[in-house]
T-cell receptor, first 116, second 116 residues
């Protein structure tokens, strides 16, 4: 069965520092996609970054990068030069291949707090 | 702004009632997904529609139903409401149906349902 695990309920980081949010996954499918979303206190879900299982390079989007270690089944999100606006919940998600559709199933999230 | 719109933003109702949540996908997106976010269950996939047809079902209760109309907007109907149905309901949209490549889901701002 597929599974997403985020083991850090909460993380703190100093402004301007980098932070890594952990995500491990379990799947028997050779082809899969991994996503990270940000949920600020206002509630909306904001797409941050995507990593495909066959992508040769780690994904990057601005200050966000994904440390993808396929053999270890981990897809950690790295946020560089943290800003106060980065304080939010962060969810790792995987595309559900069981249904043959495109729905996502999510980890439990990590609450990031950026300290000035 | 993701381009996905949801109405209403907030909904307060009583147990036993029925409500309808509405979603308009991003322009050009054919797939609509509904998710429920609650404190005890986290983020859960409910149902997906693609171009008017039901595509995949998740943990959707029998009291809940959805449809996608010819103009691609979707409605989620919740009936015989219980206290435990209080949650944030998200609609998301994507271009494709079957999880090809980087097909990303973009989320609306959500409807916060409170059942009293």
């Amino acid at each position: 069965a597929q599974k997403i695990t985020q083991t850090q309920p909460g993380m703190f980081v100093q402004e301007k520092e980098a932070v890594t949010l952990d995500c491990t996954y379990d799947t028997s499918d050779p082809s899969y996609g991994l996503f990270w979303y940000k949920q600020p206190s206002s509630g909306e879900m904001i797409f941050l970054i995507y990593q495909g299982s066959y992508d040769q390079q780690n994904a990057t989007e601005g200050r966000y990068s994904l440390n993808f270690q396929k053999a270890r089944k981990s897809a950690n999100l790295v946020i560089s030069a943290s800003q106060l606006g980065d304080s939010a919940m962060y969810f790792c998600a995987m595309r559900d291949s069981q249904t043959g559709a495109n729905n996502l199933f999510f980890g439990t999230g990590t609450r990031l707090t950026v300290i000035p | 702004d993701s381009g996905v719109t949801q109405t209403p933003k907030h909904l307060i109702t009583a147990t036993g009632q029925r409500v309808t949540l509405r979603c308009s996908p991003r322009s050009g997106d054919l797939s609509v997904y509904w998710y429920q976010q609650s404190l005890d269950q986290g983020l859960q996939f409910l149902i997906q529609y693609y171009n008017g047809e039901e595509r995949a079902k998740g943990n959707i209760l029998e009291r809940f139903s959805a449809q996608q109309f010819p103009d691609l907007h979707s409605e989620l109907n919740l009936s015989s409401l219980e206290l435990g149905d209080s949650a944030l309901y998200f609609c998301a949209s994507s271009v494709d149906a079957g999880g090809l490549g980087t097909d990303t889901q973009y989320f609306g701002p959500g409807t916060r349902l409170t059942v009293l």
